[in-house]
């Protein structure tokens, strides 16, 4: 038995994170080479697709020097970590995802963007670490350019202090990103939240609270070795991606996996993510969640669905 296509198209992704090079062929010549000769549908679909990574992955081979900083998007959304050196950032990629990361207790552990791709609620959303934001970078002090660049690019930002540390322990940071005029939605993780006693961890995020500005967000304690602020931490990133997941439900099964759609996205808009021919022959849905009144109630094309439906597309 074949893996499921979907699934198999996630495990290629996840194998191809912040591959590049040599490296990045070899892993898509393996991939080419385990996946069924089907010559139409969506394995062929996900053949044409890595065969196409395998040209574009030649192509960059060649520029890697240039653009050695960028981040190729994977997932839903793409969140930056971004904070000053030591604060826990590899430490939280690393929790909520799988990839191995160097984490280290000194500062500049990492040099280069690092992204990992976690599961929210199902869907798949990139994390990226962004390393060694220092004074100047606007006027790319540190490669700060580059840096900022990738942060311009993403969805939302986790600003990173460590809850012991001083307020002003971030300031730097968030001034580079403010003069850069990169303005996102963002949260102020207050992070290694163990190291401190009950207490003290109550102040600290009560002086966070006075002193974030708009730019830092909801602010949110956190600690690795504590899997419910990790949870926490989760269900803010993706409150913040502006995306809603809405999971297909057909001969009254709900798919595992979500679809992700925008906020505000209606029904013939999953339909059409679906499949365009359920797209075009579209004339409502039932829907199980939020954004129905009752269990099953019947919508139209229109309808707006909310973040955790699961609707039946019914069509013509
Ligand atoms: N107690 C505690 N220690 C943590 C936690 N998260 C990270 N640390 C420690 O903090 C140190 C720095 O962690 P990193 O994850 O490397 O920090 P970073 O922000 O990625 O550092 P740079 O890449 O150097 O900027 C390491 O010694 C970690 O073990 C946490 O939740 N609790
Ligand atoms: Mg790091």
């Not at 196409?52 to 190729?72: C, F, P, W, Y």
Request: proline share 4%; aromatic share 4%.
């Amino acid at each position: 038995m074949p893996m499921p296509h979907r699934t198999f198209a996630e495990v290629a992704k996840r194998r191809l994170v912040g591959k590049d090079g040599s490296d990045r062929v070899a892993t898509i010549r393996a991939l080419l080479g385990e996946l069924p000769g089907y010559r139409n549908g969506p394995y062929a679909d996900l053949r044409k697709w890595l065969e196409g990574e395998l040209d574009r992955t030649r192509v960059r081979a060649k520029v890697v020097h240039r653009d050695s900083l960028q981040v190729r998007r994977e997932g839903a959304a793409q969140i930056a970590l971004v904070g000053p050196p030591n604060t826990g950032k590899s430490s939280l990629l690393q929790a909520l995802s799988d990839i191995q990361v160097k984490t280290g207790d000194y500062a500049f552990t990492t040099l280069r963007p690092v992204p990992a791709l976690t599961r929210i609620g199902g869907a798949l959303v990139q994390l990226v670490e962004i390393p060694g934001l220092i004074e100047g970078a606007r006027d790319d002090r540190g490669g700060g350019r580059a840096l900022l660049g990738v942060l311009r690019n993403a969805d939302a930002i986790v600003y990173c202090r460590s809850a012991a540390d001083p307020p002003e322990r971030l300031d730097v940071v968030v001034r580079e990103v403010v003069a850069a005029g990169i303005d996102k939605r963002a949260i102020l993780a207050l992070t290694k939240a163990d190291d401190l006693t009950g207490d003290e961890l109550e102040r600290a995020v009560g002086s966070a609270r006075v002193d974030s500005t708009q730019a830092l967000g909801a602010v949110l304690p956190v600690s690795v070795l504590d899997d419910e602020s990790l949870d926490r931490l989760r269900a803010a990133i993706w409150a913040r991606t502006g995306l809603i997941r809405v999971r297909p439900r057909r001969d009254g099964r709900v798919d595992d996996e979500p679809f992700a759609l925008a906020e505000g996205a209606t029904v013939v808009e999953l339909a059409d993510l679906i499949h365009h021919d359920v797209g075009r022959s579209c004339t409502g849905g039932r829907v199980w969640g939020d954004s129905a009144r009752f269990d099953g109630q019947r919508v139209g094309r229109a309808h707006v669905l909310a973040d955790g439906d699961a609707v039946e597309v019914t069509t013509r």
